[in-house]
């Protein structure tokens, strides 16, 4: 009987163990790409990147924010001027913004008393900010209930205006400096004007902030938040904290609470 070649054997062993594995992995590989380009389009726009995960202990659903703007917070008494309450939601870039004039009254007394007496009692906007809190959650039953409060004054809103590159209003592109003059005349109307104004700044500053880039706007608010309540630094860091898409969109409305 004829012997089989050490060689041959070795070969079969090598193709057994080595090639047959690689070629049929090379195999299965190539018809997997294959698959997938007959499976997934080619045009398919690029994943986008995942939004940064929110800092632990701020909100991560849907969290509405009291906005009050004042005359200028270090004065001996600020003035009330407007109640915006945002709602707002991480990774999402719509907020909604309802605003309520200062002489909207809740129980006999308007907003803007609820805020002096606040004031009066801790000399502090915070304090005023706490009753004011309080004449909207019973006003509106509930359905507002803010968990946070930040203060506004003119200051604060000509900083945020020339941050963004001016606005639009009225066919004229102004600087911060500009709205707050033209702001002065709607003031000077009466609450609902002062009101109107305020909710045409928000709108055509939502339009802006839809094609500038918002990183002036961030480092403002982390600079300012000291100045501006308690809460100001915490919503500062949870708004720049990019767990919100950039570009905003805001909607915007007047309340027609009695």
């Known amino acids: 009987m004829q012997g089989v070649s050490p060689v041959l054997v070795s070969s079969r062993v090598m193709f057994s163990r080595l090639f047959l594995p690689v070629g049929l992995t090379l195999i ?14 080619e045009d398919l726009p690029p994943t986008p990147l995942p939004l940064t995960a929110t800092p632990e202990g701020l909100p991560t659903g849907s969290t509405q924010v009291l906005i009050l703007v004042v005359d200028d917070v270090d004065a001996p008494r600020p003035t009330l001027e407007g109640v915006w309450v945002a709602t707002v939601t991480p990774g999402s870039a719509t907020s909604s913004w309802v605003g309520f004039a200062p002489d909207l009254v809740v129980d006999e007394d308007a907003l803007s008393s609820y805020f002096a007496t606040g004031y009066g009692i801790g000399r502090s906007t915070q304090d005023a900010a706490m009753l004011v809190d309080a004449g909207l959650r019973r006003l509106t039953a509930g359905a507002v ?13 000509a900083a945020i205006v020339d941050r963004a590159g001016g606005i639009t209003l009225i066919d004229q592109t102004l600087s911060g400096e500009q709205v707050i003059e033209m702001y002065a005349n709607f003031t000077a109307a009466g609450s609902a004007a002062q009101m109107s104004y305020q909710l045409a700044l928000l709108q ?12 002036g706007l961030a480092a403002l608010f982390t600079d300012s938040a000291p100045a501006y309540g308690l809460d100001a630094a915490i919503v500062s860091t ?5 767990v919100f898409p950039d570009h905003p969109e805001f909607t915007a409305t007047l309340s027609a609470a009695p």
């Open 204 to 215: 055509s500053l939502g339009q802006r902030l839809e094609t500038t880039p918002s990183d």
């Open 238 to 242: 949870w708004m720049t904290s990019r």
């Open 28 to 41: 299965c590989v190539w018809l997997g790409w294959a698959a997938a380009r007959a499976l997934v389009p």
């Open 145 to 157: 209930a803010p968990t946070r409060r930040i203060i506004v004054d003119h200051e604060l809103i």
